[in-house]
């Protein structure tokens, strides 16, 4: 007789039960261990463990019997196991507790070994007659153990049944996450000791343990045993009709995705049940629950119910069934909606290990059978909803009694802590160790061995692959077409294990069903004994994304049919459906099973059961879809459970065989469709006319999938060939949010480009950063343009600098932004700018493209901006100029004739004589939809599958045709599956489940996104590196440096569509989770912070999470606000706000008030006063109604107080601000501790300039000193910027200024100009603020004439800044017109009011307060040039609007001041005798007559001629004449532009003098230079070069006063132009001339000094009116006035460098800039005409003698360049010579003795200087010493004027 090894029991029990008598023991166990060597024909390595376990029992046991050979075997008993799984320590053999819990009794000793013969009793309850021995221990014990284990190891051969043991290594160890998809009882059988820790006890008792573990394996396959126990089988109910009942309520998607979710939560409680009453979970049944309870002899005394006696261990087993069917019905009842039926059967129960030993998953089935199981699928069957059947029990187990059960055992487990996770529970005690036992940490722990992966299921085992091992892994559960086969082996429905022939069929069976469904693309189910029988479960395209899983379960199941026939099986059969089921895991993690569950599950299995015997049936769908590649016949009618009335099944029966096709790879080509060419026609005409230097914008639209793209790259492509750069970007719906998002690729390419183009090839730049520096320091770009830059593309942001957008609303940022954008632009035109998405623009992205768009016609007219969406774009009010002028395109979808061509083009049909077939055109049309995309999907899946072919037919025609399988069926759309996405995802089917989950993430992420914003998923999920390969090797994805897109968006969707919603929030709740166990610093400088915040806020809303939803969006807002990106701050905010109504719990009073506020606060910056205004009154009602009780947030209220009160001073609500503020500030004050608290300093500095503005100035000061103390500490505590700082200095000086404390308001001004100066560029907003203040103060202090340069430039920024139209341009406007008031131009002064207060009459409300101080300015310019009727009515006006604006006392000093202009107005108009009209203009700009001039304490008078705007030198001479004038040198008295066209530069001339603060010197016009009236030289340009009536039309006259005013001989004449006008002096007024000109310098040469006389030569200005110029030098020497001649020589002798220029530039005034500019311009100007021949009239004026190689001598030291050179000379220029400057220099005699040298000729006893005679002779002793004399004068010209 054979015998075999079982594994044996490695139960203890405690030592009460030990023997005292140690000698009859060890006789006992001498006795064993002999009859145990006889057993074996070879002694067993390591036998010393053996005997260690036979040796310990007490005695033996009425189990123990002998063989029929005298030979014992032995194995463990089943219903003493205990489940050795390393993750349920609980419930562990050799767990030990240090305190039974009260309520239990301890168990007696449990620990017994078994001996088993072949042949078993069935009947016996034990399965045999055994024998065991009890416990105990002594010396004379470990004595014989010794002595017998050094007999054993000495023999070392096994016999062959036996394996020799070796250690377990990490290979054999099976992953701790996959054990839960196996039962407890086969954790059990393949337990093994873990090796990984050192243990504390002898090697021979750790062998011992191993090799008992390792003999319980079933090694040979198939094997059985039976044990005794419990079947338990508990179904849901109502499981179809919910799943139906919440499609139709939530839709196919989210309906399916809750319907699993509370199957899975339900399932998840059964099974905890289920373990906490010791049962263990044999298999998940779809909906259903098979568990086992086994008999136990666990030691444990329960009493029966009267008390009278224990009970034994069937009865035990039965109560614990009971116990747990009335939990479950209790929790099922009051948690879920669902009910439940189930039956329990007890008895013996058969174990089956089938199958083929290996560690390969799916290669081994366990399954379980008997009488239990039949009978418990009967009581199945019998029970109702809500019941439970019990054999041996009449009544069921209703769900009221286990609500009872439920409500009792909460009572009594109230304080238990029981660990829901472990198998072993409260309920049942773990085996407890006595004190001599070995402990739990010297054993080591257990773990299972890797052999029990055999048994687990294929789509459970995808689950555990190597690599996916990560939080990824739950993102397998979808809702997915599949396709179910069921085979119900009823030949095998009673198997007997004792026929070993049926049982190796069974496992035959199983063997050959796993090889034909793994090799038909499909996955084993299940294999198990139901209510149905034995039965066989595969499915098909659970796994992989199939085309068409229909046909591979159908070949299935036709191989299985077939090979069970060839098994001679008489009974079988099978069914097959299709349809949408849920796949994936479900269970909680002590026991999960990843399942498939649908009603097409159920309908697979009632096919089964209505198929003919060792037939099939499958499902109409089946059919559908498998009809062109299988034949089928048509079943009689049958009706099943679940389905309402009767109908046909089909009977597959063989394949249709087809040749195969033979065809090119299908092309995507680009095509122009008729739909096409319009649109393709358009957009070609748009790059036509950029061309044509007319920009245009197009917008394309158009559904998903229509082509928009490829029809846009098409045109891009043909752009580029012309020469148009191309830049583009892809925004998504995600992006709406963010400012700018959809420009910020385009900007980041274009800053890039342009510096690299600009580099010329010396470095390469590749990073927003480093092109961003380079454009500054290469001067394209300031400061100002790098923190615009900076809004659209955050990197370049620099944080020092974001103050720099304070002050500007949404409109002057747009022009701001647009301003530096232009200068990259236009450097890169002409240029072709796409933006792509298929989501909304934001409204600031809208307004700075209309603001593009309408520049461009002026500064980039070659550029092309093209918009494509999936819908008509909605445009902004504020950009709907675009749509005016733009080019509209929508794309639809291919007409069917459209189709067909595409068709044939992607075919590669050429002929027409091939045609395409009607019903291969229908299929593609309909599945594609008219899509391109779609098209080409369908196409190249019908090419790969061979189901199109090229056809001769009948009639000699040709045609490519779709194969059909079944002629006579119409229905062709069945060929190509409906579901695209499955085309779509076939390509990926064999990506690893690592690979699967990242694109799953990816399509939660978006269609883009950039993966340094997803870097923290790395740690956790390797996400960004499996990204990376999905784009490199599979082409899933496109990147753009950090950016990533998925390369189709048709694939982007399919996968999105996988998921469902329940499946989304663990995605998203995983990335937020992955955020914070990175503890990613979401403040660093290196974060995208705005982008980073606002992405996972999206994720934390998606997931569900509201409180980290509205956290992370308060963060993105508060980012946005501190950019003053407020446009973005609102949303966010808004968004914040949403997110706190979805909370669980309502957020506490800060929480809910605190985005509120700054929302209101976005508003009001945005100008949206009302919506503002509703917020902030809302936040300040429920701040201040705090329920009695609750202590008031003292520090909220105040902000909500300030808030508001920000709002009403916005409006001019100054007492209603003020009535705020006088609550706010007391209680900040309180409550901040701190004394550098910017906080505080706001609140104060906002209720300060809320005094000030209401008129309450004293009170002003005060708080606005605070306010500055305050700054002052934080800036020395470094918390507080020094531009924080300059805030306050300006605010106390407009206050001192209201207060008529005019110089200490002047020096507030000076501080903040000083600190805007050091810190933001010149041209920023708060640079011309401090500008403007200066002026004003300078200009109450009586010096108008030093304001007025900082008022030119305060004006000129912000002109620039602000546009013409806002209020601050006015202001500045009004300061201008008051300097110039006050020196005395008063006309110049009304021209500027009156474009202020044009526009203030359009900025402001009407009668605005803001109107009162330009009226009264305005009122008393006017009274200033005469027109006192005008004057009263405005400062009437200014009265009544004061009374409209403010109460009585309020401005009472503005109020006074016009009330005594009015009457004093009155008087006068009362006393004139006749009202006179207003006053014309004088024609000598306002000046009667010149005040006397002081020389001595002036300077020298200087009447200067200049011909200004020829060349940069006049206007530097002028420039040096104020240097000079400052320190009382020299005193311009009168300035007189000459040369035509002379106005033009008696413009210019007065507006540079104004600039560099010589507004009161007057200037005349002068005469034509002695060159034709209708020849005009021409006269460069300047923004400062303006008309005004304040120039003398007669500059003769002008001279004549000059002259008159100076004392006798102490006039100079600086001549720097055509002595013209001088002549004309002379001729007129010789007397005056000679009496009062004591030198005249002349700017020109002499033809020698040897002859009697100076004659002039024929320098240019000489040569304009040669005539003139002799008679000059003709009568100064015969009136004996002494002159001084400064020839060429003299500026040859002492050149400057060009650095000069560029360095006077970087002063920042308006006129060293524009005469760096002119220069360069000048210089190439200049060399254009020295290239002309000397007869060209081009040449104009130019003397002969200047040509080529005199420019080079003279300007870059070389001998001659060529004459075609085309390019700028700039460049190469070394040195540029500067006549005038040292003309004005020469007239300082001074400079004159220590920087020049001279000639002098004396003519009538008159000396006559000539400085520069020849070449040789320069008359520039030192020209070292003259150029840094006079470039200090420059600089010192410049800052001066400027306060620098």
């Not at 053999?93 to 009260?102: K, M, V």
């Not at 030691?299 to 069937?314: C, K």
């Not at 004093?1464 to 009362?1470: G, T």
Request: hydrophobic share 35%; proline share 5%; glycine share 6%.
């Amino acid at each position: 007789m054979s015998h075999r090894i079982l594994p044996v029991d490695l139960s203890y029990g405690d030592s009460s039960n030990r023997p005292a008598r140690t000698s009859r023991r060890s006789a006992r166990f001498a006795r064993t261990a002999n009859r145990l060597t006889k057993s074996l024909s070879t002694p067993i390595l390591r036998t010393d463990s053996i005997l260690d376990a036979i040796c310990r029992p007490e005695r033996r046991s009425n189990r123990e019997r002998y063989n029929a050979r005298g030979r014992l075997d032995y194995y463990p008993l089943l219903s003493e196991r205990r489940s050795l799984s390393p993750t349920n320590r609980d419930s562990a053999p050799f767990r030990i507790r240090d305190r039974p819990r009260p309520s239990r009794l301890a168990r007696a000793g449990s620990r017994s070994f078994c001996l088993r013969n072949d042949t078993t009793d069935e009947g016996s309850r034990s399965g045999g007659e055994e024998h065991s021995f009890g416990d105990g221990k002594d010396e004379s014990y470990d004595k014989t153990l010794a002595n017998i284990a050094a007999r054993f190891t000495r023999r070392a051969t096994l016999p062959e049944n036996i394996k020799p043991m070796q250690d377990d290594h990490e290979s054999d160890i099976m992953d701790p996450n996959a054990m839960r998809y196996l039962p407890k009882i086969l954790r059990d059988i393949y337990a093994q000791r873990q090796r990984r820790r050192p243990s504390q006890i002898g090697e021979a008792r750790l062998a011992s343990i191993d090799l008992r573990l390792r003999l319980q394996r079933p090694d040979n396959l198939p094997q059985y045993q039976d044990i005794r126990g419990s079947i338990l089988i508990l179904d849901l109910s109502g499981f179809t009709a919910l799943g139906e009942r919440l499609r139709m309520e939530l839709g196919p998607r989210d309906g399916a995705a809750e319907f699993a979710s509370r199957v899975n939560h339900t399932l998840s409680t059964m099974v905890r049940q289920v373990y906490k009453y010791w049962g263990d979970v044999l298999m998940f049944a779809g909906d259903a629950l098979i568990c086992l309870f086994e008999e136990r002899d666990d030691g444990e005394i329960i009493w029966d119910e009267m008390g009278e006696r224990t009970l034994n261990n069937e009865e035990k087993a039965r109560r614990r069934v009971r116990e747990c069917c009335l939990s479950v019905m209790g929790k099922i009842a009051t948690e879920t909606d669902f009910t439940i039926h189930g039956g329990a059967a007890h008895g013996m129960i058969r174990c089956f290990f089938l199958g083929t030993p290996s560690k390969i998953p799916g290669r081994c089935a366990f399954v379980v059978s008997g009488h239990p199981l039949k009978q418990t699928g009967q009581l199945l069957n019998k029970a109702g909803k809500g019941e439970v059947y019990i054999d041996g029990e009449e009544d069921p187990i209703s769900q009221k009694e286990g609500v009872a059960f439920i409500t009792q055992q909460e009572c009594m487990d109230e304080e238990e802590d029981f660990d829901m996770s472990l198998t072993s529970v409260m309920p049942r005690e773990c085996a407890r160790l006595t004190e001599q036992e070995p402990s739990l940490e010297s054993i080591g722990e257990f773990e299972v061995n890797s052999h029990a992966r055999a048994y687990l299921r294929t789509l459970a085992a995808r689950r555990c692959d190597a690599g996916s091992q990560n939080a990824m892994s739950m993102l397998l559960n979808e809702l997915r077409p599949v396709a179910i086969v069921f085979v119900g082996l009823h030949d095998l429905d009673d198997i007997d294990p004792r026929d070993s022939s049926l049982l190796q069929l069974m496992n035959e069976a199983f063997k050959i069903l796993s090889r034909i469904t793994q090799a038909c693309n499909g996955a084993v189910r299940d294999m198990l004994f139901d209510d149905k029988g034995c039965v066989f479960i595969s499915v098909f395209g659970a796994h992989s994304h199939e085309v068409n899983p229909c046909f591979d379960a159908t070949v299935s199941a036709m191989r299985m049919e077939s090979a069970l026939k060839d098994l001679k099986l008489s009974r079988f059969s099978l069914g097959v459906s299709f349809g949408e089921c849920f796949c994936g895991e479900v269970g909680p993690p002590v026991r999960s099973d990843y399942v498939v569950m649908g009603p097409e599950v159920n309908m697979a299995a009632r096919l089964m059961g209505k198929a003919p015997n060792r037939g099939t049936l499958v499902s109409k769908r089946i059919f559908t879809h498998s009809k062109k590649f299988i034949r089928f016949l048509k079943s009689e009618e049958i009706q099943v459970k679940g389905k309402d009335g009767f109908f046909h099944a089909y009977i597959p029966q063989t394949r249709i065989e087809r040749q195969s096709l033979e065809i090119a790879e299908p092309q995507q080509p680009f095509v122009i469709m008729p739909s096409r060419q319009n649109a393709m026609d358009s957009l070609m005409s748009v790059k036509e006319r950029a061309q044509n230097r007319e920009p245009t914008i197009a917008f394309v639209s158009g559904g998903p999938f229509l082509g928009k793209s490829r029809l846009i790259d098409e045109v891009a492509t043909q752009a580029s060939n012309d020469g148009f750069r191309v830049l583009k970007s892809f925004r998504t719906s995600l992006d709406s949010f963010t400012s700018y998002f959809p420009l910020r690729q385009i900007v980041s390419e274009a800053m890039i480009t342009c510096a690299n183009l600009k580099s010329n090839g010396e470095s390469t730049l590749d990073s927003e950063a480093g092109a961003a520096n380079y454009l500054v320091n290469r001067n394209i770009f300031n400061k100002t343009d790098r923190v615009n830059i900076g809004s659209i593309v955050p990197s370049v942001a620099d944080a020092q600098l974001l103050s720099l957008l304070s002050g500007l609303n949404p409109k002057a940022r747009t022009r701001s932004i647009a301003d530096s954008l232009m200068k990259i632009l236009t450097l890169l035109q002409p240029l072709l700018i796409i933006l792509e998405g298929d989501g909304d623009i934001d409204p600031s992205s809208w307004s700075l493209l209309a603001e593009l768009m309408q520049r461009a016609r002026m500064e980039c007219p070659q550029i092309i901006l093209i918009v494509s969406s999936r819908d008509s774009p909605t445009i902004t009010s504020a950009a709907a100029n675009l749509r005016r002028n733009a080019i509209q395109i929508k794309l639809m979808p291919f007409e069917k004739h459209e189709t067909e061509q595409y068709l044939r083009v992607m075919l590669g049909i050429k002929s027409n004589e091939v045609a395409i077939d009607p019903r291969l055109l229908d299929v593609v049309h309909d599945r594609s939809n008219g899509c391109p995309l779609f098209i080409d999907c369908v196409v190249k899946w019908a090419v790969e599958k061979q189901m199109i072919e090229y056809v001769d037919c009948v009639d000699g025609s040709k045609k490519m045709s779709l194969k059909m399988i079944d002629e006579r069926s119409d229905d062709v759309t069945a060929a190509i599956p409906r579901e695209l996405s499955s085309i779509l995802l076939a390509p990926f089917n064999h990506l690893p489940p690592p690979l699967w989950d990242a694109l799953k993430i990816a399509s939660c992420i978006g269609y883009s996104f950039d993966a340094e914003l997803y870097n923290s998923l790395n740690q956790v999920l390797d996400f960004m590196p499996k990204i990376r390969e999905l784009a490199e090797k599979h082409e899933c994805f496109e990147s753009n440096g950090s950016h990533f897109r998925w390369k189709q968006q048709a694939v982007y969707e399919a996968v999105k569509s996988l998921l469902m919603v329940n499946q989304r929030q663990k995605i998203h709740r995983m990335i937020v989770r992955a955020f914070k166990d990175n503890k990613v610093d979401l403040e660093s400088e290196d974060m995208k912070r705005g982008d980073v915040h606002r992405l996972l806020g999206r994720h934390c809303a998606l997931a569900e999470d509201w409180n980290g939803a509205f956290e992370q969006y308060m963060h993105a807002g508060d980012r946005a606000k501190a950019t003053f990106n407020f446009n973005e701050a609102s949303k966010m905010y808004e968004e914040a706000i949403d997110f706190q109504a979805k909370m669980s719990e309502p957020p506490p009073l800060r929480s809910r008030i605190i985005p509120s506020i700054n929302l209101g606060t976005c508003l009001r910056e945005l100008a949206r006063y009302k919506e503002a205004e509703a917020v902030l009154t809302r936040c300040l009602n429920e701040a201040q109604s705090v329920n009695s009780g609750v202590t008031l947030d003292e520090q909220l209220y105040v902000r909500a107080l300030t808030a508001l009160a920000a709002l009403y001073q916005a409006q001019s609500k100054y007492a209603a601000a003020r009535k705020l503020y006088e609550k706010a500030v007391p209680i900040a004050q309180n409550i901040q501790e701190s004394k550098s608290s910017l906080w505080l300093a706001e609140n104060i500095a906002g209720y300060a300039e809320t005094l000030r503005k209401s008129g309450d100035l004293p009170q002003a000061e005060s708080h606005h000193r605070e306010a500055l103390e305050i700054r002052t500490r934080a800036v020395e505590e470094k918390s507080c910027t020094e531009l924080e700082l300059a805030v306050s200095y300006t605010q106390l000086g407009c206050t001192l200024a209201g207060m008529r404390q005019y110089k200490e308001a002047y020096e507030q001004h000076r501080l903040a100009l000083k600190l805007r100066y050091r810190y933001l560029d010149f041209a920023h907003g708060l640079v011309s603020e401090s500008l403007n203040y200066c002026a004003e103060s300078l200009c109450a202090l009586g010096r108008g004439g030093e304001g007025i340069p900082l008022a030119l430039h305060a004006v000129d920024i912000r002109k620039n800044v602000f546009g013409e139209s806002h209020p601050a341009y006015a202001h500045a406007l009004s300061v201008l017109a008051s300097c110039y008031h006050a020196v005395g131009r008063s006309f110049d002064a009304r021209d500027c009011l009156e474009k202020c207060l044009e526009i203030c009459e359009i900025a402001f409300q009407k009668n605005h307060a803001n109107l009162i101080p330009n009226l009264m300015n305005y009122g008393n310019v006017l009274r200033a040039t005469g027109d006192l009727v005008k004057a009263q009515e405005v400062y009437e006006r200014a009265i009544a609007i004061h009374q409209l604006n403010f109460k009585e006392g309020q401005q009472a000093n503005q109020l006074e001041k016009c009330r005594s202009e009015v009457s004093d107005l009155s008087d006068k108009l009362e006393h004139s005798v006749t009202v006179s009209s207003p006053p014309e203009q004088p024609a000598h700009g306002g000046i009667i007559t010149l005040a006397p001039t002081d020389v001595e304490a002036d300077g020298t008078p200087v009447i200067v001629f200049t011909d200004i705007g020829r060349d940069v030198d006049d206007e530097l001479a002028l420039v040096l004449m104020s240097s000079l004038r400052r320190i009382h040198i020299l005193n311009p008295i009168a300035v007189i532009a000459t040369l035509t066209p002379q106005r033009d530069r008696a413009y210019l001339a007065r507006g540079s003098m104004d600039a560099v603060g010589m507004a009161d010197v007057p200037v005349g016009i002068g005469s034509t230079g002695g060159l034709p009236e209708h020849m005009e030289v021409e006269v460069y340009d300047a923004d400062y070069s303006r008309a005004s009536p304040c120039i003398y039309e007669s500059g003769m006259d002008l001279v004549y006063k000059a002259l008159e005013s100076v004392p006798p001989k102490s006039a100079q004449l600086l001549c720097m132009a055509s002595l013209t006008d001088v002549a004309t002096l002379i001729r007129d007024r010789e007397e005056l001339f000679t009496s009062k000109v004591k030198e005249v310098i002349l700017m020109g040469g002499v033809v020698s000094l040897e002859s009697e006389t100076l004659t002039p030569d024929s320098a240019y200005n000489n040569n304009c009116d040669l005539a003139s110029a002799r008679f000059v030098y003709k009568k100064c020497q015969e009136l004996r006035v002494p002159t001084a001649t400064l020839s060429r020589w003299a500026a040859y002798g002492c050149p400057i460098p060009p650095k000069l220029l560029d360095d006077l530039s970087k002063t920042d005034h308006m006129v060293s800039s524009n005469i760096r500019s002119v220069s360069k311009l000048g210089v190439d100007h200049l060399w254009n005409k020295v290239i002309l021949h000397p007869s060209d009239p081009r040449r104009e004026m130019l003397p002969s003698r200047c040509d080529v190689s005199w420019f080079c001598r003279v300007f870059m030291g070389k001998k001659e360049i060529s004459r075609d050179w085309t390019s700028s000379v700039w460049s190469h220029v070394t040195k540029l010579n500067m006549y005038d400057p040292l003309a004005v220099l020469l007239c300082v005699p001074a400079y004159r003795s220590s920087h020049f040298s001279w000639q002098t000729k004396v003519v009538n006893e008159t000396p006559h200087i000539v400085v520069g005679t020849s070449e040789l002779d320069t008359g520039i002793p030192n020209r070292l010493s003259l150029y840094n004399e006079y470039s200090s004068l420059f600089f010192s010209a410049f800052l001066e004027s400027l306060h620098k």
